[in-house]
C-alpha cells in the first residue's frame, strides 16, 4: 500500500483526509453509486405550471408501460407536512402546485430510462391560478394567497405571518430615530443580490428499502441524518422508530442538503412496492427543484460621527423565500443578527419580511443570510472611510467591538480575533503601498477590503467513545461528514484528548440507530459543539481508564496520567505504565464493564437581552459562539469590457484553534471561490416564476482559470473558552465577506459605487463609465 | 437493455457488453454494466467533468461518449489510474499528492480531476501552475477554490522522474 | 434509433439520405442535446472512421483544408495555419475546454452553427469556404453565406460538411481572436476575429468579424474596403465600430443584455485593432 505522510495525526497536524485514499481511488460510494438487490428506479413527474390547482390525474398511459412498478401521486400520500420553521411542505404536491418544477407524481420502474418515459406519460388536469412571481408582486393588494391554510400551520417560533408573508422579524437597540441627529455623515442605499445556486458537484438523491416488518431504511445525500428522518416521518406520519436513516459519502452540501428533497418520495415508493427503490435528480431538476440562496433586496443607512466613530444603522431587508418555508424564517433572523457586523453601532435597527412567491423554495446556503447583508454594511464602512478621508481598514479598527462588548441583540462574546485578522490582513497585503495598484495596460486594479463576523451554531449535539478490546477506539457522534472533513478532526480531537495516534481511532458512520442525535452539519457548528462533545466523551473514557489503573497499581487517580501511544502511567514514575489493551482487557473481561464514554449537550447562551434589545418574530432564541474575519482581495478591471478579475486575497479568519490547518485553508480557499462566484458570474435568472437558466451551460461558477492562485489564508486562533482545544468555526466565514471586499475593490478601481451583485461585466462598465470619484 | 452488443476495452480489459443502446453513453455503460463507478454523472452535458475518462490517452467527456461509438479505443478510467499487477492499495503519483495535499475534499469532482491530471502529467517538462489550471479548466470543483488541487498537481509533475 | 459507423465519405453520404439520419462527429453537442432529450435522431451516423475527414492539409499556395472532424484541439494547435490564418487557431484554443476541445469537430461546430461558437466569426474574418458534400455532388459555400440565421446553415438535408477551405493569408498579415465571456470556457458574450495587414502606416488587408452579437457573425466588408489603404487611426475605426454596429441583432439573454453587446462589442473590435497593430509593428 503506498503509505499517506500520516506522520503527525494529533490536534493542529494536517493529517490528510480519513478519506482520501477512498475518495482518490474512485472507490468511495456516493448515493448514485448504490445498488440493492432488486432495486427499482424512480422519476419525477413535474408541474410545468406555477401555480395551479390539481383537477385530477391520469396514470394509465404511465401504469401500462411495461417495466412499471408503481406510479404514485399526491392522492397516495398521507396528509403531513414538514418545514424547519414553519410546517408547510407536504411530500409532493398535493391539491395544488405552487412553484414550477413541483413534484406533482413519482413513478418506481426496472431501470431509469422506462421511469423517465412514464414519468412523462403522466396527465395531470390543472386550473390554473394567478401567479406572484416576485416578493413586489406577492405583496400587492390583489395577490393571490400561496399558502390558504398559513395561519394554521405548526410553527417552531412565534412566527408574525400573514397573506403572504411567511414571516416577519425586527431587532433593534437604542434609538435609531433619535441618533441620525447626532451622525456628521450619513450613507444610504438599495442593494439588490440575485439567487445563487449551491451546485454541489454532485446532483442531490436517496435510496430507500424496506424490510419484512414494514421498518424503511433510507440513505440519501444529506447533511444531517436525523433532519432526514425528522422531515421524512412528519411529511409522511410515520414514527420516528420506524425509520432509520444512514449516510453514504456526500457530494458536498452548501446548506442545499440539510433539509429534505426527494427523500419523502423514495421512502413512499419503497413502502408501496415493498422493494428498493432509487431516485436520483438530473442536473436541472436539482437546479429547479432544489433550493438556492435567497435573493435579497436590502435598504441600508448608516450614519458615523466625524471622527469616524459610527452612531447608528437601521437596514430592512426584503427575501424571497419561494414557494416554501424551509429555513427561510432562520436565514431572514440570522441575517437580522449579523446585521450590525462586529462593531458598536449604539443605534441599531434591522428588520424584515420574508414573502412566499411561486418560485422555487429558498433557503439554507453557506453564509445563511450573511453574505448578503454584508456586502450592504460593509460597502456602506467603505462609502464612510471615503467621505470621512480616513482609511478603511483603521476605520474598522476604530469601531470593532471591544472585549466585553455582546452582539447585536445582546449575545455574550467571549472571544474576538477582529483587532488580529485585520492587521495581520493589513501587513500581508501590504495595504500600505496604496488601494489603487500597478496594472497591465488597458487594465485597472485595486485592494478592497470587508471585515464579518458569523456564528458556529447552535442546537444539540453528542459523542460516543468507546475503548474496543485492543484498545483502539471508535468514535461515533452521528455528523455527516459532507466533504469539509469533520471526520477526520473529530477524530484528531479524539485521539489528541485520548494521547493515540489517530489511526487508532475508527469513526462511525452516521446511523439514527445508533448515534447520538446530531443536529446536522450546517451552521459551521460540527467542529465547535461536536467537537466539545467528543472532547468530552474521551475524557470520561480517560476518566474510567486511570480508574482502572489506580485499582491496579492502587494508587490516587490524581496520581495517573495519559501517555502517547495509548498507555496511562503514574506520574514521575516512567516504568509504572499500562497499555490501553490491558486497562480494556480488565473492562470487557474481569471488573467495571466495557469502557464507553458518552456527553450530549443542546447550545443554550441566549442570543437576545431583553433589557437591551426589542426583538419581535425572531427564530433564534440561540445562535451559537462568534467568529470574526477580514479578508483583502485585489480585483483587476478590464477597461475594454468591465469584466473585473480577482488576482489576489488574503483572508485572515479566527477560528479559534486550527485542529488541521490544511482543511482550515481548504474551507477558506473554496469559500472564498464559491463568494466569488456570487460576486461575479453566478446568478439564478428568472422569467417570471421560472428559472431561465438551470443548466451548468448557462449557470456559472468559477473555473480553476477564474479563481485566482494566490488565495492567502492567514489563520488568527483567539481560543474561544468553552471550545473543543478553543476552536471554533471556519465553513461559512471564508465566504461572508466576500462580495463585499469585491464590491469595494471594484469601487476604488471605478469610481462608482455598485450595489447590486453580480458584478458583471455590463454593471462595472456602466460604472466605468459614469466614472466620477467614489463618493 | 435493448441494442447492439459491443466490447469496450477499459484499463486494459477487454469488457463485452451483450446489448447497447444508441443512445448509451459510455458514462452509463461504465456505471451500470462495468460497476466501475469512479466517473460520476455531475451534469450529463459536458460541462462539470466528474465523467471525465481518457480516450486513446486523451481526457474526454464519458457523458457525451456513445458507448457505440468507443469500440476499439483505449479507456482508461480513475479505477485504472494504477497500472494493473501493482500492490493492493497502490497510489499512482497524483492520486498520493492529492491525497497529501489536502485536495480531496467531498471527493466528487476527484476522479475526473485526476483523470486530467493524469492526461497533463504525461508531459514530460515540469508544469507551471498556470498550465495545470488550464489543464483543469474542464473540471469543476465546488469546495476547494482549486488552489491546493493545483498545487499537488504542479508537485506531481515535478517529482516526476 | 440506428447507429452506424461508415468508413467512407460516401457511405456516410449516403446513410445520411434517410428521414431523421443525423451526423454525429465530436458529440459534444449532439449527444448533450440527446441526454436533455432535445433530440432524437432516426439514425446516428458516426463519421469516426471516415479517414478523410480528419486530416489538415496545406497546399502549396498556403491554402489550407481542415477536415470536418478535425477536434478543436487539433487545430488549436495547427502549425500549417500561418500569418492572418491564426484566427481560426487563436479561436479554437478558446472553445470550451481540453476535454471537450478533444472531442469538438470544426464540422460539428460549424454545422451546428451556434451564434455564440468561436469558429464562425473566425472563419468569416478568414475569408474561409465549407465544402459541402451530398447525394448530388459537391459544392463550396463561402463562410459569409453559410452562416444564415440563429442556428440556421446553407446544409441542405442529407448534406455534410467535408471540410473548411482557409485561403492563404498574405505574408505578414496577423489574425487575432479575442473573446469576452462570464467565465473560462464558456460561450462569448461577445467576440472579435479579425485579419490585419499594414504597410508603413497604411492598411493593406483589413478583416473583422464580430461574433454573438446576431443570428450570424457580422462583418461589413464594404467599410473594410474604403479603409484600405489609408491609416487605422481613431476615427478609421470609428467608422468600421459604427457600421458593424449597424448590422448588429444581438437579444438578452442568461450571459448578457442585447444592450451591453451594442455596446461593448465596439470597445473590444478597437481595442483588438490596436493591439493587432501592435504586434504587427513589433514583428517588424
Ligand atoms: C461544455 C461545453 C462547452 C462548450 N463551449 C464552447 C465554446 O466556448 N465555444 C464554441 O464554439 N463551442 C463550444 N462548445 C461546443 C463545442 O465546440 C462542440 O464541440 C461543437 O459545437 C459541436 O461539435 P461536435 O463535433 O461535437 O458535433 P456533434 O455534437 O457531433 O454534432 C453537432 C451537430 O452538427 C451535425 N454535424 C456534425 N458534423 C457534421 C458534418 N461534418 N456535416 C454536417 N453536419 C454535421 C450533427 O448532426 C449535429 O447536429 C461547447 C460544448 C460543451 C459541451
Ligand atoms: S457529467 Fe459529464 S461533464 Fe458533467
Ligand atoms: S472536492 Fe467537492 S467538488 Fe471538488
Known amino acids: 500500500m503506498t503509505p499517506l505522510d500520516t506522520s503527525a495525526t494529533g490536534v493542529g497536524a494536517s493529517l490528510p483526509r480519513l478519506d482520501a485514499r477512498e475518495k482518490v481511488t474512485g472507490r468511495a460510494q456516493y448515493i448514485a453509486d448504490m445498488v440493492r438487490p432488486g432495486m427499482l428506479h424512480a422519476a419525477v413527474h413535474a408541474s410545468p405550471h406555477a401555480h395551479a390547482r390539481i383537477l385530477g390525474y391520469d396514470t394509465a398511459e404511465a401504469q401500462a408501460v411495461p417495466g412499471v412498478a408503481c406510479v404514485l401521486t399526491g392522492d397516495d400520500f398521507p396528509d403531513g407536512r414538514m418545514g424547519a420553521f414553519i410546517k408547510d411542505e407536504p411530500a409532493i404536491a398535493k391539491g395544488k402546485v405552487r412553484y414550477p418544477g413541483e413534484p406533482v407524481a413519482v413513478v418506481a420502474a426496472e431501470d431509469e430510462e422506462t421511469a423517465r418515459r412514464a414519468a412523462a406519460l403522466i396527465r395531470v388536469d390543472y386550473e390554473d391560478l394567478p401567479v406572484a412571481a416576485t416578493p413586489e408582486e406577492a405583496v400587492a393588494p390583489d395577490a393571490p394567497l400561496i399558502h390558504e391554510g398559513l395561519a394554521d400551520y405548526f410553527k417552531v417560533f412565534p412566527a408574525i405571518c400573514g397573506g403572504n408573508v411567511a414571516s416577519e422579524t425586527e431587532l433593534s437597540e437604542g434609538d435609531v430615530d433619535a441618533a441620525w441627529a447626532d451622525c456628521d455623515v450619513i450613507v444610504e442605499g438599495d442593494f439588490e443580490t440575485p439567487a445563487q445556486a449551491h451546485l454541489s458537484i454532485e446532483p442531490v438523491g436517496a435510496l430507500a428499502e424496506v424490510d419484512a416488518e414494514g421498518r424503511v431504511t433510507l440513505w440519501s445525500a444529506n447533511q444531517s441524518v436525523f433532519r432526514v428522518q425528522a422531515n421524512v416521518c412528519e411529511a409522511l406520519q410515520l414514527p420516528m422508530s420506524k425509520l432509520r436513516c444512514l449516510t453514504p459519502k456526500v457530494g458536498a452540501g452548501f446548506g442545499n442538503k440539510m433539509e429534505p428533497h426527494v427523500q419523502p418520495l423514495v421512502v413512499q415508493l419503497a413502502l408501496r412496492t415493498g422493494r428498493p427503490v432509487k431516485l436520483i435528480l438530473n442536473r436541472t431538476e436539482d437546479f429547479e427543484t432544489v433550493r438556492a440562496r435567497h435573493p435579497f433586496k436590502i435598504r441600508c443607512k448608516t450614519g458615523a460621527k466625524k471622527d469616524g466613530t459610527l452612531v447608528a444603522r437601521e437596514l430592512t431587508a426584503v427575501l424571497d423565500c419561494g414557494a416554501y418555508g424551509d429555513d427561510s424564517p432562520g436565514v431572514l433572523g440570522y441575517s437580522l443578527l449579523m446585521s450590525r457586523g462586529p462593531y458598536r453601532i449604539p443605534h441599531c435597527r434591522a428588520s424584515g419580511k420574508l414573502v412566499y412567491t411561486n418560485r422555487m423554495r429558498f433557503g439554507a446556503f453557506r453564509g445563511f443570510g450573511n453574505p448578503q447583508v454584508t456586502f450592504a454594511t460593509e460597502s456602506q464602512i467603505d462609502e464612510i472611510a471615503g467621505r470621512l478621508g480616513m482609511d478603511p481598514l483603521d476605520l474598522r479598527l476604530k469601531n470593532r467591538m471591544q472585549p466585553g462588548d455582546r452582539w447585536f441583540g445582546g449575545g455574550d462574546v467571549a472571544s474576538n480575533g477582529l483587532a488580529e485578522c485585520i492587521e495581520k490582513a493589513r501587513e500581508a497585503s501590504d495595504w500600505a503601498r496604496g488601494r489603487a495598484l500597478p496594472a497591465p495596460p488597458g487594465k485597472r486594479r485595486a485592494l478592497g477590503v470587508a471585515a464579518c463576523a458569523h456564528i458556529s451554531g447552535l442546537l444539540a449535539t453528542g459523542a460516543i467513545v468507546r475503548l474496543l478490546e485492543d484498545g483502539s477506539v471508535v468514535l461515533n457522534t452521528g455528523a455527516v461528514d459532507i466533504g469539509q472533513g469533520s471526520d477526520t478532526v473529530l477524530t484528531q480531537m479524539c485521539a489528541s484528548a485520548l494521547k493515540v495516534p489517530a489511526d487508532r481511532v475508527a469513526t462511525a458512520s452516521p446511523d439514527t440507530d445508533g448515534s447520538p442525535y446530531n443536529w446536522g452539519t450546517t451552521a459551521s457548528r460540527v467542529t465547535y459543539t461536536t467537537g466539545r462533545s467528543v472532547v468530552a466523551a474521551a475524557d470520561k473514557v480517560a476518566e474510567q481508564i486511570k480508574r482502572h489503573a489506580s485499582e491496579i497499581f492502587e494508587c490516587a487517580v490524581e496520581d495517573l496520567e495519559l501517555r502517547d501511544g495509548g498507555r496511562v502511567g503514574i506520574k514521575g514514575v516512567p516504568d509504572k505504565e499500562l497499555s490501553f489493551f490491558e486497562v480494556s482487557g480488565r473492562a470487557h473481561w474481569a471488573a467495571g464493564g466495557p469502557i464507553v464514554g458518552t456527553d450530549t449537550w443542546v447550545y443554550n447562551q441566549p442570543s437576545v437581552d431583553p433589557k437591551r434589545a426589542i426583538a419581535r418574530g425572531l427564530p433564534f432564541p440561540q445562535i451559537g459562539v462568534y467568529s470574526f474575519g477580514c479578508m483583502i482581495a485585489a480585483v483587476e478591471i478590464d477597461e475594454t469590457t468591465g469584466k473585473a478579475d480577482v488576482v489576489e486575497v488574503w483572508s485572515a479568519m479566527d477560528v479559534g484553534k486550527a485542529i488541521n490547518p490544511g482543511s482550515v485553508e481548504g474551507q477558506i480557499e473554496g469559500g472564498f471561490v464559491q463568494g466569488m462566484g456570487f460576486a461575479l458570474t453566478e446568478e439564478m435568472v428568472f422569467d417570471g416564476p421560472r428559472l431561465a437558466n438551470p443548466s451548468m451551460m448557462d449557470y456559472k461558477a468559477p473555473t480553476s482559470l477564474d479563481a485566482p492562485f494566490d488565495i492567502h489564508s492567514i489563520i488568527v486562533e483567539a481560543a474561544e473558552p468553552g471550545g473543543p482545544f478553543g476552536a471554533k468555526g471556519i465553513g461559512e466565514i471564508g465566504l461572508v465577506p466576500v462580495p463585499a471586499a469585491i464590491a469595494n475593490a471594484v469601487a476604488a478601481a471605478i469610481g462608482t459605487r455598485l450595489r447590486r451583485l453580480p458584478l458583471t461585466p455590463e454593471r462595472v462598465l456602466d460604472g466605468m463609465l459614469e466614472g466620477g470619484d467614489e463618493d | ?161 | 434509433m440506428e447507429f452506424v459507423r461508415p468508413d467512407s465519405i460516401e457511405a456516410a453520404v449516403a446513410a445520411l439520405q434517410a428521414d431523421g439520419a443525423a451526423c454525429l462527429a465530436g458529440g459534444a453537442t449532439l449527444v448533450a442535446m440527446m441526454n436533455a432529450d432535445l433530440v432524437a435522431p432516426d439514425r446516428l451516423v458516426s463519421l469516426r472512421d471516415v479517414a478523410a475527414l480528419r486530416d489538415a492539409i496545406r497546399r502549396p499556395d498556403g491554402t489550407v483544408v481542415i477536415g470536418a472532424m478535425r477536434r478543436h484541439r487539433e487545430t488549436a494547435e495547427e502549425t500549417d495555419l500561418r500569418d492572418g490564418q491564426r484566427v481560426l487557431s487563436e479561436a479554437a484554443a478558446q472553445i470550451a475546454n481540453p476535454p471537450v476541445r478533444n472531442m469538438g469537430t470544426i464540422g460539428g461546430s460549424c454545422a451546428f452553427a451556434d451564434p455564440a461558437a468561436d469558429y464562425p466569426p473566425a472563419l468569416l474574418a478568414a475569408d474561409a469556404r465549407f465544402a459541402l458534400i451530398g447525394a448530388v455532388g459537391r459544392r463550396t459555400v463561402p463562410a459569409g453565406d453559410f452562416f444564415l440565421d440563429w442556428y440556421e446553415t446553407a446544409l441542405e438535408p442529407g448534406e455534410l460538411i467535408e471540410a473548411v477551405i482557409l485561403p492563404p493569408a498574405p505574408a505578414g498579415t496577423v489574425g487575432s481572436y479575442t473573446k469576452l465571456a462570464r467565465v473560462a470556457g464558456d460561450f462569448a458574450i461577445a467576440s472579435v476575429a479579425l485579419v490585419l495587414g499594414m504597410d508603413g502606416g497604411a492598411c493593406t488587408h483589413l478583416a473583422v468579424a464580430v461574433g454573438a452579437c446576431g443570428p450570424a457573425p457580422v462583418r461589413r466588408r464594404d467599410v473594410e474596403a474604403e479603409l484600405i489603404g489609408g491609416g487605422l487611426g481613431d476615427a478609421e475605426i470609428r467608422r468600421l465600430t459604427d457600421a458593424l454596429a449597424e448590422a448588429f441583432d444581438p437579444v438578452d439573454d442568461v450571459r448578457a443584455s442585447a444592450d451591453y453587446r451594442r455596446r461593448v462589442a465596439p470597445r473590444m473590435v478597437r481595442q483588438a485593432l490596436v493591439e493587432a497593430q501592435q504586434r504587427l509593428s513589433e514583428t517588424l
Not at chain 2, 141 to 153: D, L, P, Q, W
Request: charged residues 20%.
Open chain 2, 1 to 161: 437493455m435493448t441494442g447492439e452488443p459491443v466490447t469496450l476495452r477499459v484499463n486494459g480489459a477487454e469488457r463485452p457488453v451483450a446489448a447497447v443502446a444508441p443512445w448509451t453513453t459510455l458514462l452509463t455503460v461504465l456505471r451500470d454494466e462495468f460497476g466501475l463507478t469512479g466517473a460520476k454523472r455531475g451534469c450529463n452535458q459536458g460541462v462539470c467533468g466528474a465523467c471525465t475518462v481518457t480516450i486513446d490517452g486523451e481526457p474526454v467527456r464519458s457523458c457525451l461518449s456513445l458507448a457505440l461509438n468507443c469500440a476499439d479505443r483505449d479507456i482508461v478510467t480513475v479505477e485504472g489510474l494504477v497500472p494493473a499487477g501493482a500492490p493492493a492499495g497502490a497510489l499512482a503519483p497524483v492520486q498520493q499528492a492529492l491525497a497529501e495535499g489536502n485536495a480531496v475534499q467531498c471527493g466528487f469532482c476527484t476522479p475526473g480531476i485526476l483523470i486530467s491530471a493524469h492526461a497533463l502529467l504525461r508531459r514530460n517538462a515540469p508544469l507551471t501552475v498556470d498550465e495545470v489550471r488550464a489543464g483543469l479548466s474542464g473540471n469543476l470543483c465546488r469546495c476547494s477554490g482549486y488552489k491546493k488541487i493545483v498545487e499537488a498537481v504542479a508537485r506531481a509533475s515535478e517529482a516526476r522522474p
